[in-house]
């Protein structure tokens, strides 16, 4: 491959990206006293960093096999708006000798979940999934010191490892088929062999795109990856299952939704959809059934962050129909990927408020854990409390909190797709629609369980909240945070929605691109660029 | 002049901040519960809030009186306060507020039962020596929180609004009925209730969805798809087929919100809650949200016959069906929660006869008379110390002169007493039958005999005979203190006057007018004709007045029976053996409540345990099955303790082979 087809690409615009990395790296050299300030170190790069993205950076270009599309520009926002409240949450979790190794581990993972949007190359894809991942199975284990943890941190990392192998083999297929790692041809040459059934390339392409979603379902904890999570969630620190609960989520669905871009948006057909469909339905009520039988708050939580992500599978079920030309409905109760998206943020941002809640909790010194635990909360800790509550009525999908905005259009868009489907799916993404329906129906009576304890309940064993203040004020911006898009839920529909603005054009891979020696015309259109390079 | 218009439209804008008073009052005792201060100020919060509700309440029912005689109603006002979600493709959910009749209506019946049993609530969550119960703030900011989520139910000007009150209603429920969590009676009550009301709302999820996408193409630019405003407009351009399809899945969340056949399940067990809460969500509020929802949609409905015909039968099955259970009951409560079943019943046949405003005219006034019921209940319950079954007490007329007294206009407005209010209502939809289907007026008046039956064999069973008080009342059971007579007198007035504003004072030949003077359909009617609701006109001075003096006939007589069984309140139940069988299969509800469980709760628990058991217990077998598992994988594996790892990895790896292989066998693309 000749070299000038990789230009190097403007480094200024990754400074973001390059300050966490560099940060992460500080604070690991931080010792002595100086280890104090490693969380302030760790607050003041992910600020900085979303500061150098708003106002400092240029855009980076495209090329040396990233894409910087309207998706990546909404991961990395997303990842360092919520990465700030993660900062904050842990900000005094782990002992003061891990501190360093701790925060490096989380600014590690979350500059690889900035370059996972912008990657648009098998190989990049890979390495950022794994940046996002390794530290996360690190993390568990540093968040708390017993067995547990570090049997959930093993339990994660080796089963982690074996995802990640699968999904390496299901992109050398990938690979194989299209002769090329960039993701544009990929999408070229796998379009082009799902269209010719019974062929080696069809074969190829669909093994390729199976075993690669199997790996990314294990990073968003669909099934049949889902066994790890609630020994995980229950072994890390609620700091820890919060910070799981969104970026390895977020990452599994941004390169889901790049996996279904490069099989030419057919998710609502074919093998494609009934993979989508049965890891949807099945998710939705294992999680949420599994989740009814809890008492404990985290496993609860774990087995219910199945569910969502069956609730996000149904809405790129609707992937599909928001790429179609033609299409009857449009805004927001058709863009299936835009509601992932917006829902995966949501989602994300509920749980880490949950779980900095119960962080912040003590119960006789203890962690606090189960149901019966919070009962009374109201009484003790009604910020807490209350904080709780918001978390568990978005989580429930109460209107008007931004779980309802999610799902209504998450489900909303699916039902759309079902509309205008190819005839034989139809019912079948109806059928998935009601099911989902019923499954959030369902999943409100753990949600209301909590609820009912923590504002109904009286209880004689009272929760106290640890004296350290940071994590409460985490989960104050979170809680705050969640209110403020109940009330003014435009600004991230809309950034969601302008998410997926590049992704529109059904085929655009396949669209005869200019040569690549050309320059692209306007540098407004990074991925317009990005394609000009790579589908001659 | 001018100033005339400013001081309206300054009155339009307080009348705006309508819901928020009770939500303030309720984030005011959230405030003064998490402070520790001003606590015993609870109830005077919630009743100010509650007051001034009631008051605008009256300010815009009367705002929203048509013009003039009322003919020639102008239809409902779409008032926008803000733009708050945008869907894309310049569709925006606004913050909206839609005004006509209909609003005005619920706008009044709410506030006002909402003032009457908030008033009442201080004298009912006190014991005997006066001392408050637990929680009695909670409770108080609990109310206030429901006052406001109805308020914006009514208020709604649009189905995502019209949704999230709908939901706010059903949570407030839950935490009301589940307020005595310490029974496990009342724990499990309040979960049924939110779950089955749950199981309806996905119906109306879903009909909010497929309306937008139907009516979608028909919206001009500039115009919100999901306004009801715009709706009504495009609603004839639906196909049948569309139309009918919305209204199923529409009446699917009413069947769940106003305890329809099957989702009434949850109503009954609902009475756990303390009795002011059965008084105004169970019996005049929340539960009407559903004949209120499809009242609202008459646009839609009228161009549905298809699924009209369905409300017609839901409800008139329902009706006799929960006027056989009521026959058999022993707790008050209970009764009384079967009766709403009943009535609401009544509701949706008018509906489904193309009747709305009778429909809305009896849900008007079984508000005054069913709260009425509830609180005298209450009042009973309070009096003998929690225990509310009729084996247990008789003879309270002296020992409760003033409650007995109370509930009997209350049951006589209940069985259809000629004269007063449940009587005018409950005729017309009887009217609104016989036009209709007559199959379903023969099973409406057969119930209107057993309600006058039923609602009389409780009172006898209650106040008559000799004096019995359980062991929990004491020996001296008090009478309802002053705070809760006056919002007892004030309903029971409402049960005996309300209606008359529904009724024409027509002088005629008897014949046509009842008693000489009165027919049906006065000037409430001409009210609620003044917005969306779509009715069949009714021509003044055409009607007969024949079904006043049957449907008279059948309660008075209905009341009679009930004399002649139970007015010496015998305790060896003579219906039991006039019955037999059947008395005992209404008696046990029909077994609805195990057919249920054994239906639905115990498969989910089934699959919940077998799903736990995949993921447990069952990989482990797997594991243990191919047995000879490498000894080595197990010692590079060993880390973790319970070795659960490698039955994690293998399930892990056979999902990916599943997925693997999918394609295989579902075919190509």
Known sequence: MPASFYPLINVAGLLPEILLVAAGCAVLLMIGPSRRFVPWTALGAVIGALALLLWGAPHPESGSGMRFTSAADFVRHATLVVGALLVLVAFAQPRDDERGEFFSMVLFSLAGLMLLGGASDLVLLFVALELVGIPTYVLVVLSRHNERSLEAGTKYFYLGAMAAAVTAYGFSFLYGVAGSADLGRVATAVTAALAAPGSVPHALALTGLMLSLAGLFFKIAAVPLHLYIADVYEGAASSVAGLLGFVPKLAGIVAIVKMIEAAGWSADRGALFWTLWLSAALSMTIGNVLALRQHSIKRMLAYSGIAHSGYMLVGLIAAGLYAREGSQVGGLMADGPGAVFYYAVAYGIANLCAFAV?????????????????????????????????????LMGLPPTPGFWGKLSLFGSAWSAAASAPADVQWWIGALVIL????????????????????????????????????????TMAGVLLLIYSFFPNPLLMMSRTATRDLRDPLGFVVEAPAAGQPAPVALSPHEEGRAGVAR | MLLAAETASSLMSLGLTLPLWPLLSAALVGIMLASGRFRGMAHVAVIAGALVAAVLGAVWFVQLAPAGDGHGATGGVS??????FSLGDGQMVGFNYYLDGLTGVMLLVVTSVALMVVIYSVGYMKD?????????????????????????????????????????VGLCSYLLIGFYYRKPEAAAAAKKAFLVNRIGDFGFALGIFALYQYILPHVQPGENALDYAVVFRHAAQLTADQVNLVCLLLFCGAMGKSAQIPLYVWLPDAMEGPSPVSALIHAATMVTAGVYMVARCGPLFANAPDALEVVTWVGAIGAIYAATMAMAQYDMKRILAYSTMSQLAYMFVALGCGAPDSAVFHLYTHAFFKALLFLGAGSVMHAMGNVIDLREFSGLRSVLPTTQRLMLIGCL???????????????????AALEHNFPVFVILLLTSFMTAYYTFRMYFLCFHGPLRLPAAAGAHPHDAPPVMVLPMTLLAAGAVLAGYLGVAIHWGSPLDSFLFVFQ??????????????????????SGSAVLYYVSAAVGIVGIWMAWRRYGTAPQDEPDRKSFGPLWLLWHARYYVDEIFDAVFVQPLRALGRLFFAVDRAGVDGAVNAIGGTPRALGAVLRVAQNGMLQSYALTTALGIAVLALLWRFVGTP
């Open chain 2, 413 to 431: 407005a209940l069985a259809g007493f000629p004269l007063l209010s449940g009587f005018w209502s409950k005729d017309e939809i009887l009217h």
């Open chain 2, 79 to 84: 008032m926008d306060i803000a733009p708050w």
């Open chain 1, 358 to 394: 119960l962080g912040a909790l003590r119960i006789r010194g203890a962690a606090c854990e189960t149901v019966r635990d919070v009962a009374g909360l109201l009484r003790r800790q009604p910020a807490l409390a209350l904080i709780l509550v918001i978390a568990m009525f978005t």
């Open chain 1, 436 to 475: 989902a329906v019923v499954n959030s129906a369902i999943g409100a009576a753990y949600y209301l369980r909590v609820i009912a304890a923590c504002i109904l309940y009286e209880s004689d064993e009272p929760a106290d909240a640890i004296p350290a203040q940071t994590p409460q004020f985490g989960a």
């Open chain 2, 128 to 168: 005997h020596h006066g001392h408050r119960e637990r929680g009695y703030e909670r409770f108080f900011a609990f109310l206030g929180l429901f006052i406001f989520s109805m308020l914006m139910l009514v208020l709604a000007g649009n189905f995502v609004l019209l949704y999230l009150g709908w939901e706010l």
């Open chain 2, 520 to 541: 049906g359909h006065g000037w409430f009617h001409h009210y609620v004709h003044n917005g969306s609701m779509v009715v069949t006109p009714v021509e003044h001075g």
